[in-house]
């Protein structure tokens, strides 16, 4: 099982980034997945969900400026993050739940800041 994250980086405020979370090793299709973030000394929180219906949820602090949305045919997941804030600054990671096992991916940093 693998959970690869790509697309971090240092933008500006205001600006926008998409991260990429490509899977393998099991049926991605199967699986709810999710983008969480953990900024230093805080806990891991999750920013976005989506079912394998396409059912989206968003926690409120990046609601109507982030999008998740995934593509079975390619197994991957993306979070589209607009308007960018400094409080978005965190190591993001990519998250796959079914039945309750859980994989995670090892992260991707992304920095806000002028």
């Known amino acids: 099982v693998q959970l690869m994250e790509s697309g971090g980086g240092l933008v500006h405020p205001g600006g926008s980034l998409r991260l990429s979370c490509e899977a393998s090793?099991?049926?991605?299709?199967?699986?709810?997945m999710s983008w969480y973030r953990q900024a230093p000394g805080k806990e891991r929180d999750l920013v976005a969900q989506i079912t394998i219906r396409r059912s989206t949820d968003y926690s409120d602090s990046v609601k109507g400026r982030f999008t998740i949305s995934r593509d079975d045919a390619k197994s991957t997941v993306y979070l589209q993050m607009n308007s960018l804030k400094s409080e978005d600054t965190a190591v993001y990671f990519c998250?796959?739940?079914?039945?309750?096992?859980?994989?995670w991916g090892q992260g991707t940093e992304v920095t806000v800041s002028s």
């Open positions: 998250s796959a739940i079914r039945a309750g096992k859980r994989h």
């Open positions: 090793g099991f049926a991605f299709n199967a699986y709810t």
